[in-house]
């Protein structure tokens, strides 16, 4: 039987059964349900529905068709129905896939032969220009030949901003299982996204982490007794240092450098982008706060910030650029010809794949640069860098230099950076407060130690991503979108990130594990780990990090402006002040060019800003506004004009109407104040009554023998692709996880570096120290297995903000749930603060409070544990009362966020703890009242009341004062915390009016019921009442 009559006899059967089914099941549902009732999923045969005579020649013809394909290549395959793209063609625009994404071809390949889709590969000449063209811009059409392209992020915004490129944050949603997006890097993420109309859109799969990354001669730096470089003055100070003197004993010195940089001239393409070398610096001074206060203009005006830290940023360079040579196109670096380089990371691959042919040694230059080790007669390398002690030294990466002065913005002059000045910033520390495998605690102390510095990990240019026409043919954008995912997925990438190529590590997956992939990659350890320390540091999502400018016409200023300034000051044909007014004049001439509303509205979108309102638009920009449209802001002022003659013709006559109505229209507005005030009370009862019995995010825990077996926490995405986490999805499954024997322990502890919760492991081997002492207390059994482990770390998700935000809400309930909790809190040093934090700097903090208070307010103190001392010195004991005391003033403590002084957030951490601590308190009270009603024993309840109860206004204070940032300037606000609403949550408890329907399976009504399933001390509540089979141990004793 023919293929097309054998179709067209499948289609037949098919339609058949459709049309036999109810009204409300699609065509889609029913091929769904064929296909879920097949033996595997390349089954398209209705066996069930064709005569017997078809069937053979059916299945016959179905074998065939599946023989075709082969997806048994890897798992991201072998999830695709085969032949799923049969007889399509896309056309993809790459960019020197040679050297840039050499396995993307054989990626292509393989999708190919499973799914019989095509890619055609072309080769774009200019990155920045060529996909435009094709896709169209405001001024032109495109020629629409290409489906999908390879682009820097840098150079999409106008596609973005016209809608030209495919949104594709419903195709990542679809494909999580494969793509695990939430495993990139967040900073790498927010490249490809560009907010529009109120929303983010993801334009661009990016697949690069792209920054520039120091990397130096730590060699050198122990030779000589110099300190590691931390400031853009210390770089200058080396690169003079070393320059022109013999760096790798060749007994030649004119062709060696104290500095190597990309780009640089004589780069090709690339030096469009010299001058944002010099942008990397100007970031160090004047964006403290992250990426959304940007740096380059006023985020209201469009006005070039061009003035101080401008100026400092270009003499840096000015010192460095005679002393400096080319770092990737050139051996330069590679034949130890350099002192310390700035570039790329994918720039350093080279000098890291310690391979035969790899790593910083002699080379033959007989055929040019890159020419192989030279080597002895045993086949060593005739030189390499060494330490002291002999062994190789493979180059250090650091991370971006920073500045110890930044810009105040009100004045234009430069502060020194503190906490306050730098809230993203760091201090400095000794050598011998570093992590024991980092290779710069061999060298002598900064003289900068204990001072504050602001880094700016820098996103370049050469970001690179993956986009999708938006015209494209559906299936087309279907199958390239497929591609996109495959290349990008943990799958694939993982090992192909090791590959010599232009793309740098975008996710948490490819540089968790050395065995992995680098040490097969040729990476030493050493370069492996100082590398994976950097990359997570600078992508990670609390860093001081900034993005390029990204604006339509994006060369007009960088290159045709910028670049031209920069060379003209560099060389000493220009003055500063000269650099300065010609690029505020070229930056303000492009700007109109595009023009000032769309460039303004474009460069808020890549900070992450929403558009300013037209009332906003009209006040600042006037003139532009009536350009584009003289009725926008006209109707404005005419309702204003109108509202004017109206007033003065009421004045006199009307005057005492116009008085009344003011007052009667005060007294109306009070009402619906009041009203509204009303709602929100009532709004927040009702949400503090709820919130405890349900999860926002699954409770997830880690099982106490595999914690001990890790060695060290592990990130959370790390432990879900392993499938090492037990998921509880709701508070039902908690009980009976408890009910069934399971113990719940709750490690409560501070993080001692910004970007890692434990960075000496210190804190981890206390948590397994503890545990033992628990299980051995409580006579459990020693292989740990009964017994789960929730920790911040590990259970609640890293990557993904949103995500991240569900699981923090509710952390109120995981801690409370718990049936212990232990406060791990050991003496050790902050890795990025140089402070010291032991318990006492544990018990400010605000969120290590309130976890203590979500946890006694439901099950009492009696499973709270301590877990301190020193390293070797390990101390663990029940928490005394006296230590609770401190902890119920849970908004008195420290925050980060008020550190930050909340630049970029809408409300405070505070504000998000309100709701829980209030159900909770609600919980006890209910639980007294309902105890004195039916003359239960409540005396722990009410002895825990009456503390609560003695310090009621720090407890639950009413209003506190938050400092946020507007316009640029610091604005301290009186705002309501508790208000009133502690004591209408009593009014509820008298009344008998706190219900709530509860999410478990057999119905929670948490005032109905004084049976409570306890896991922790006697007489306090959990989530509810029993189910009946287990109430048969409900007189208060102790069930876990």
Request: hydrophobic share 35%.
């Amino acid at each position: 039987m023919k293929a097309a009559t054998m179709k067209a006899a499948i289609a037949m059967a098919t339609l058949s059964t459709v049309m036999a089914t109810a009204a409300t099941t699609t065509i889609d549902s029913t091929h769904r349900t064929l296909q879920s009732n097949a033996p595997d999923s390349t089954t398209t045969c209705p066996t069930s529905l064709l005569d017997e005579s078809t069937v053979d020649a059916c299945l016959t013809w179905q074998k065939s068709e599946s023989s075709k394909y082969n997806c048994t290549a890897d798992s991201y395959l072998s999830s695709l129905t085969p032949g799923k793209y049969a007889g399509l063609t896309a056309n993809y625009l790459s960019f020197n896939t040679e050297q840039a994404f050499p396995h993307f071809p054989e990626r292509a390949e393989m999708l190919t032969r499973c799914t019989g889709g095509t890619i055609i590969f072309s080769e774009a000449s200019d990155i920045a220009v060529d996909p435009i063209t094709d896709i169209g811009s405001a001024d032109a059409v495109g020629a629409e030949i290409y489906d999908a392209y390879v682009m820097i992020y840098s150079f999409t915004r106008e596609a973005s901003s016209l809608g030209l490129l495919e949104t594709l944050n419903e195709r990542i949603r679809e494909n999580t299982v494969n793509l695990q997006y939430e495993d990139m890097f967040p900073k790498v993420r927010n490249m490809g996204e560009y907010r529009k109309d109120g929303k983010t859109n993801i334009d661009l799969l990016m697949a690069d982490g792209d920054f520039f990354t120091p990397v130096i001669r730590i060699d050198l730096l122990e030779r000589d007794g110099l300190p590691m470089p931390h400031t853009w003055d210390d770089l200058v100070e080396i690169a003079r240092f070393y320059n022109g003197t013999d760096l790798n004993d060749d007994g030649e010195s004119h062709d060696d450098w104290g500095f190597c940089i990309y780009p640089r001239t004589g780069s090709g393409f690339n030096d469009a982008w010299i001058p944002e070398l010099m942008y990397s610096t100007w970031a160090t001074t004047d964006q403290t706060r992250g990426i959304q206060e940007g740096f380059l203009f006023d985020e209201e005006t469009l006005d070039p910030n061009i003035g101080t830290g401008f100026e400092k940023a270009m003499n840096y360079w000015k010192d460095l650029w005679p002393l400096s040579a080319d770092a990737c196109i050139t051996s330069t670096f590679v034949e130890g010809r350099c002192a310390i380089g700035i570039a790329p990371p994918g720039c350093w691959k080279s000098v890291f794949v310690n391979t035969d042919e790899g790593g910083v040694a002699w080379r033959d230059r007989t055929n040019g640069d890159w020419g192989p080790v030279l080597r002895d007669e045993n086949g060593e390398a005739l030189w390499r860098p060494t330490f002291k002690d002999g062994t190789y030294a493979e180059p250090y990466r650091l991370k971006p230099f920073g500045s110890l002065e930044v810009i105040d913005r009100e004045t234009d002059t430069l502060v020194e950076c503190g906490p306050n000045t730098c809230p993203k910033g760091e201090k400095i520390k000794p050598s011998n407060e570093l992590p024991e495998d980092d290779r710069a605690n061999r060298l002598v102390d900064s003289p900068h130690v204990g001072k504050w510095i602001n880094r700016v990990p820098f996103y370049w240019s050469g970001g690179y991503g993956q986009g999708i026409r938006k015209s494209a043919n559906s299936e087309v954008k279907d199958f390239m979108f497929e591609f996109f995912s495959y290349v990008n997925s943990p799958i694939t990438s993982v090992d192909d990130i090791v590959m010599p190529s232009w793309l740098d590590d975008w996710r948490y997956s490819q540089l968790a594990s050395y065995e992995r992939n680098y040490q097969k990659g040729g990476w030493n350890y050493d370069a492996w780990n100082e590398h994976q320390r950097v990359m997570k540091y600078a992508l990670s999502n609390d860093v001081n990090s900034a993005l390029t400018l990204q604006l339509p016409g994006v060369l007009m200023y960088t290159r045709d402006v910028m670049l031209d300034q920069f060379q003209k000051y560099v060389s000493g044909e220009s003055d500063m002040e000269t650099v300065k007014e010609e690029t505020i004049k070229g930056w303000n001439e492009a700007t109109l060019v595009y023009g000032k509303i769309n460039q303004l509205d474009s460069y808020r979108a890549t900070l992450g800003l929403n558009e300013l309102s037209t009332y906003q638009k009209c006040t600042l920009h006037r003139q532009e506004m009536d350009a584009i449209d003289p009725a926008i802001c006209k109707e404005a002022t005419d309702n204003s004009t109108t509202i004017i003659i109206v007033l003065c013709s009421l004045v006199g006559a009307g005057i005492l109407a116009l008085v009344l109505y003011f007052f009667y229209k005060r007294y109306k507005s009070f009402q619906a104040i009041k009203k509204a005030h009303e709602q929100l009370m009532e709004s927040t009862l009702n949400e503090a009554t709820r919130c405890l019995q349900q999860l926002d995010y699954p409770l997830h825990l880690i099982r106490a023998d595999e914690f001990v077996n890790d060695k060290q926490l592990t990130q959370h995405e790390v432990m879900r692709n392993s499938h090492r986490l037990t998921v509880l999805d709701n508070i039902k499954d908690v009980d009976a996880f408890v009910l069934a024997g399971k113990h719940v322990v709750f490690f409560s502890h501070q993080w001692t570096a910004f970007n890692h919760p434990d960075p000496g492991n210190l804190q981890y081997n206390f948590m397994v120290s503890a545990l033992r002492e628990l299980a051995k207390e409580k006579g459990w059994n020693e292989d740990l297995k009964d017994i789960f482990v929730w920790v911040d770390y590990s259970c609640i998700p890293q990557a993904n903000a949103s995500v991240q935000n569900l699981a923090i809400r509710s952390l109120a309930v995981y801690a409370s749930s718990a049936t212990y909790f232990i406060v791990c809190a050991p003496d050790t040093h902050h890795t990025d603060l140089n402070d010291v934090c032991d318990l006492s700097t544990y018990q400010r903090r605000m969120w290590c409070r309130a976890e203590q208070v979500c946890h006694s307010l439901r099950n009492g103190t009696g499973g709270m544990f301590l877990a301190k001392g020193k390293p070797g010195a390990f101390e663990f004991s029940p928490v005394q009362s006296d230590f609770f005391t401190e902890s119920l003033r849970v908004f008195h403590g420290e925050l980060t966020c008020c550190r930050c002084e909340h630049k970029g957030m809408e409300m405070c951490d505070r504000q998000s703890l309100v709701v829980p601590i209030l159900g909770l308190y609600g919980e006890l009270l209910r639980a007294a009242h309902d105890g004195f009603k039916t003359g239960g024993d409540v005396s722990a309840v009410n002895a825990f009341l009456s503390e609560v109860q003695k310090h009621q206004d720090d407890v639950f204070p009413e209003k506190f004062n938050r400092v946020m940032w507007r316009k640029n300037k610091r604005v301290v606000e009186e705002v309501v915390l508790f208000g009133d609403l502690i004591e209408r949550m009593r009014e509820r408890i008298k009344k008998g009016t706190m219900f709530v329907a509860g999410e478990r399976g057999f119905g929670t009504e948490s005032t109905k019921s004084s049976d409570f399933l306890r896991h922790g001390k006697n007489d306090f509540i959990r989530h509810g009442s029993l189910p009946e089979e287990a109430e048969g141990n409900g007189k208060g004793e102790d069930v876990a």
